[in-house]
């Protein structure tokens, strides 16, 4: 028979992320987690931020499961109890008070004291009922000591009492079993013990994850972009800042809150474009403002026609004082005669017959513009100069700021700059200008971008707008992408436009408004419907803004601006139009006519939108919403009214299907707010 083996004892190698084998509770998942925490999540200062903790530990042994987040800096963590909901999701909420950058983290441990209380309560046997209260005693006499460590003498000796009292009451045999369990349940006393848990084997995820708090702008946000060099109320006069200044009242009587210029700056002289991007230039000849950079100046300079730095911050303060914020584009590229070209040569790549190499997006030719080199041996003087360009115009009281194509400039060099910027400026909004390829949108989105440009303008169906916006309003990219839809910008007429329909220049700005809490257009080119391409199956403007001065008539008659103002009036008056969750589809049985219904956090204010998408004919169908069923507040078989806010109406309606037309011309679509019933008939106003 052969002798046995022995087995030599072999150190334990510890598992990965885990120091101590008795950590039992296992935190399977964190939402919001953006790329396993590499990224932010986004949020609003002063609202509450939802998170979500799949926990568990084996057997039935209980959880306890702490939220616990902290500003960046901070050396403590603030603990909210989670709450256990369903299939182990723990659900907590904390309010980041100010804008900022934070940080949050989930710890979950097995709680000996939570087992035991959840155990007792189904012990109907007297033995087990004495033998268990022994037990808790021992729990409660722990926890009195943690009180004590704690410093807490008071509540130290409360439990230390009741532990005594329980043992006591266990080992005399002739108390009630009964009554010895209603003591050992105390719930008052355990709530005491609830201050003090046993935490030595609990799990906690570090770091934990990054999160961005911005101001409600960078959440809801309704922007105008005008060109100041066309604000001249005299044809042919180049405009001011002065002359912008005239135009605030207007702008914000109609219900706009960012008022965004293209760049401001010296256009470059040398290779200058002309009227409708033309290679050769006439006497008279502006340029693109895109072009930037002159020997009056660079990037921190102001083209001289417009007016001085003391001129710009004048309307910037006029500006606010009507509730309106400057918006500045950021353009980091140069025109060949920008003064950084000569002063810093290594920033800009070199052909070999010694010129430097313009932008180019075959077979597009942008002659008039360098761009910068991000390979560059002195990338870092160049990343310090680029944010010092955005610390000079927050110097002059701008905070936020529109991107020109940040996809073409390195994604390292943008988390760096915004993250710089906003440690000292968390009050900064960055708009990412990106028509590109959705995985660069969302990395731009992820590096720290506030807000980002979307393909809307180019969904036009039904099932195009249904799937593009139940994307943007679900995660992962609700987490941390937020939308801001443009149906139209100086670069972009879409062929839906160009017929110059006024039911098409509304229904699209009625989607843009209604579907998206942040939005923008581009004017008074839109709401005068200027609707030309500079040819056809072009989607450039004709005698485009980008390139030439142009007067417009802001007072024609048949103007949109009175109709916008409307539509953002609604949008201040609402909350449910001012987030992107909350929104949901509604089925409507005809492909020319869409619905959803939006609704704010507490479900109070809800919206439901149905839109004509064909601008030349009636269209009508049967729409499925239904209140009860969607828990709106109305119960079975209750009429309900629902007042159009667009056009006036109101519609008594009852349960979950209901006929909607409408007619170009007439109505392009219904904004529909839903009014309860909640008085009675001596009360003479049915609804509020």
């Known amino acids: 028979m052969s002798a046995p083996v022995l087995l030599s004892a072999q150190p334990l190698v510890h598992p990965i992320g885990l120091a101590d084998g008795r950590q039992r509770a296992v935190i399977d998942a964190v939402l919001p987690c953006v790329d396993n925490g590499r990224f932010a999540a986004k949020c609003v200062a002063g609202e509450p931020f939802a998170v979500e903790a799949h926990c568990f530990a084996e057997g039935h042994d209980m959880l306890r499961v702490m939220l616990l987040w902290q500003r960046d800096g901070d050396a403590t963590w603030t603990e909210v109890e989670m709450t256990l909901k369903w299939n182990d999701e723990w659900h907590a909420r904390f309010t980041p008070p100010v804008p900022g950058r934070y940080r949050y983290t989930v710890q979950a441990w097995v709680d000996t004291f939570e087992s035991w209380h959840h155990e007792l309560e189904r012990r109907v046997d007297a033995a087990d009922i004495r033998i268990a209260a022994r037990v808790g005693a021992a729990e409660i006499l722990a926890a009195a000591g943690r009180a004590r460590e704690a410093g807490q003498a008071q509540d130290a000796t409360r439990l230390s009492g009741w532990a ?400 916008i103002a409307h539509l953002n009036a609604i949008r201040r008056a609402h909350p449910a139009l001012q987030r992107n969750d909350g929104l949901t589809f509604l089925p409507i049985d005809n492909d020319q006519l869409i619905a959803w219904a939006k609704q704010s956090p507490d479900g109070q204010d809800v919206i439901v939108t149905v839109v004509n998408l064909d601008p030349y004919n009636a269209q009508w169908g049967m729409l499925d919403f239904d209140p009860v069923a969607l828990g709106l507040g109305v119960e079975a078989g209750q009429w309900f009214q629902m007042h159009d806010l667009l056009g006036g109406e109101r519609f008594m309606w009852q349960g979950g299907r209901h006929y909607v037309r409408l007619e170009p011309g007439v109505n392009v679509a219904h904004v529909l707010h839903l009014l309860r019933k909640t008085r009675s008939e001596r009360d003479f106003d049915y609804y509020q």
Not at 168 to 180: C, I, K, P, Q, Y
Not at 193 to 202: E, F, I, L, N, S
Not at 260 to 274: D, E, W
Request: with cysteine; aromatic share 12%.
């Open 164 to 563: 005594h009292s329980l043992e006591a009451r266990a080992a005399d045999t002739h108390e009630d079993a009964v009554a010895l369990k209603a003591h050992a349940l105390d719930e008052g006393l355990a709530e005491v013990v609830r201050r003090y848990p046993d935490r030595r084997h609990a799990t906690m995820l570090q770091p934990g994850f990054p999160l961005v708090a911005d101001r409600v702008l960078a959440r809801y946000s309704t922007w105008y972009e005008l060109f100041p060099r066309s604000a001249s109320p005299e044809p042919g006069r180049h405009g001011t800042f002065a002359d912008v200044e005239a135009l605030l009242p207007g702008i914000a009587q109609m219900g706009f809150d960012v008022l965004y210029f293209p760049p401001i700056h010296p256009v470059g002289r040398l290779q200058r474009k002309g009227r409708n991007n033309a290679l050769v230039t006439e006497e008279g000849d502006v340029g693109s403002p895109w072009a930037i950079g002159a020997s009056e100046g660079g990037h921190d300079a102001i083209l001289p026609a417009l007016g001085t730095h003391d001129d710009f911050r004048r309307l910037v303060k006029q500006a606010r004082g009507l509730g309106l914020e400057i918006a500045l584009d950021i353009a980091f590229q140069c025109a060949p005669d920008h003064p950084w070209v000569k002063e810093h040569p290594a920033w800009f790549k070199w052909r070999p017959d010694g010129t430097v190499q313009y932008a180019e997006n075959p077979p597009k030719k942008y002659q008039d513009i360098y761009p910068f080199n991000f390979e560059s041996d002195d990338w870092e003087g160049m990343w310090i100069a680029l944010k010092g360009v955005l610390d000079h115009w927050i110097a002059q009281g701008v905070t936020v700021f529109r991107v020109d194509n940040p996809h073409t400039k390195a994604f390292p060099f943008w988390e760096w700059a915004i993250t710089e910027v906003k440690r000292t400026h968390p009050e900064a909004i960055f708009l990412a200008e990106a028509f590109t390829r959705p995985k660069v949108m969302h990395r731009l989105a992820k590096a720290g971008f506030s807000q980002s440009y979307t393909y809307f303008t180019w969904r036009n169906t039904k099932q195009e707008l249904v799937a593009y916006f139940t994307e943007l309003s679900t995660r992962p990219g609700l987490d941390y992408f937020r939308p801001n839809v443009w149906p139209n910008t100086p670069d972009i007429l879409h062929a839906q436009l160009q017929t110059g329909s006024d039911a098409m220049f509304r229904l699209r700005v009625v989607l843009a408004a209604m579907l998206s809490a942040s939005y923008g257009i581009y004017g008074p080119a839109y709401e005068l419907k200027e609707h030309l391409p500079r040819h056809e199956g072009s989607e450039e403007y004709l005698d485009s803004e980008k390139y030439q001065l142009r007067h417009w008539n802001r007072e024609r008659p048949d103007s949109l601006a009175p109709y």
